[in-house]
């Protein structure tokens, strides 16, 4: 009797393990779509219209609001199975995109995380759709900040390639990490880093924040 129980036990707790597995990697996965389309729709020669957003993300796009020709859409995905059983801090990754006359002008990728269950912190990037953008702007800048700093960054859908890649490179393992993210270093390691003494700095060289102008920048 007391074999069969161990046993029922240990095939319970063998399903719960390949279950939490499966939808990690389905986070993961999900994720990393999500960023990409990001890029991806970066790469276009046209501005993105609501119809290729709505061609990626299907059922998983939200209109949250409309006023007049301008609209909020979104795109969110969060990890609570896991913070609900303590595996991973609560940590939820939102694509916002604002549209206007059925064009997208901004997608902002906001991705945020619980710290020590005291505080959020969140990096986010917003790019501007629009011909000639080609600014890159990051906060905070210098070597000298706290560490429970949040992140942000704009940068214009015309900006160098490699800049563009480089403020994508989200860490969408902190979704699933065990333990989570502490820090923006966590969240988007390509453009900060942790010092010795424990303050957050840019690695992207930069003029007080900005990176890139735009062409017709005065």
Same mark, same amino acid.
């Given at each position: 009797?007391?074999?069969?129980?161990?046993?029922?036990?240990?095939?319970?707790?063998?399903?719960?393990?390949? *279950?939490?597995? !499966? &939808? @990690?990697?389905? %986070? +993961?996965? =999900?994720?990393?779509?999500?960023?990409?389309?990001?890029?991806?729709?970066?790469?276009?020669?046209?501005?993105?219209?609501?119809?290729?957003?709505?061609?990626?993300?299907?059922?998983?796009?939200?209109?949250?609001?409309?006023?007049? *020709?301008?609209? !909020? &859409? @979104?795109?969110? %995905? +969060?990890? =609570?199975?896991?913070?609900?059983?303590?595996?991973?801090?609560?940590?939820?990754?939102?694509?916002?995109?604002?549209?206007?006359?059925?064009?997208?002008?901004?997608?902002?990728?906001?991705?945020?995380?619980?710290?020590?269950?005291?505080?959020?912190?969140?990096?986010?990037?917003?790019? +501007?759709?629009?011909?000639?953008?080609?600014?890159?702007?990051?906060?905070?800048?210098?070597?000298?900040?706290?560490?429970?700093?949040?992140?942000?960054?704009?940068?214009?859908?015309?900006?160098?390639?490699?800049?563009?890649?480089?403020?994508?490179?989200?860490?969408?393992?902190?979704?699933?990490?065990?333990?989570?993210?502490?820090?923006?270093?966590?969240?988007?390691?390509?453009?900060?880093?942790?010092?010795?003494?424990?303050?957050?700095?840019?690695?992207?060289?930069?003029?007080?924040?900005?990176?890139?102008?735009?062409?017709?920048?005065?």
């Amino acid at each position: 009797m007391i074999r069969r129980f161990i046993a029922a036990v240990a095939v319970l707790a063998l399903i719960v393990c390949e *279950s939490i597995l !499966l &939808y @990690s990697y389905l %986070l +993961s996965k =999900r994720a990393r779509f999500i960023v990409g389309t990001t890029y991806q729709l970066t790469q276009q020669k046209r501005i993105p219209t609501v119809e290729d957003i709505r061609e990626r993300f299907g059922s998983g796009l939200r209109l949250d609001e409309c006023s007049g *020709s301008v609209c !909020l &859409y @979104s795109v969110v %995905l +969060s990890n =609570r199975v896991l913070a609900v059983l303590h595996v991973v801090p609560d940590t939820e990754m939102q694509s916002y995109f604002w549209t206007r006359d059925g064009a997208v002008v901004r997608n902002m990728l906001n991705y945020t995380t619980e710290v020590n269950r005291r505080y959020r912190l969140f990096s986010h990037v917003q790019i +501007s759709f629009c011909k000639g953008c080609q600014i890159v702007a990051v906060h905070p800048w210098d070597a000298a900040s706290r560490l429970d700093t949040n992140g942000l960054i704009e940068i214009g859908s015309d900006a160098s390639d490699q800049s563009r890649r480089t403020v994508l490179s989200i860490n969408t393992g902190c979704l699933t990490r065990f333990g989570g993210c502490r820090s923006v270093v966590d969240l988007l390691p390509a453009v900060w880093s942790q010092t010795a003494d424990g303050k957050i700095a840019c690695v992207i060289k930069n003029d007080q924040g900005l990176v890139e102008k735009s062409k017709n920048w005065p």
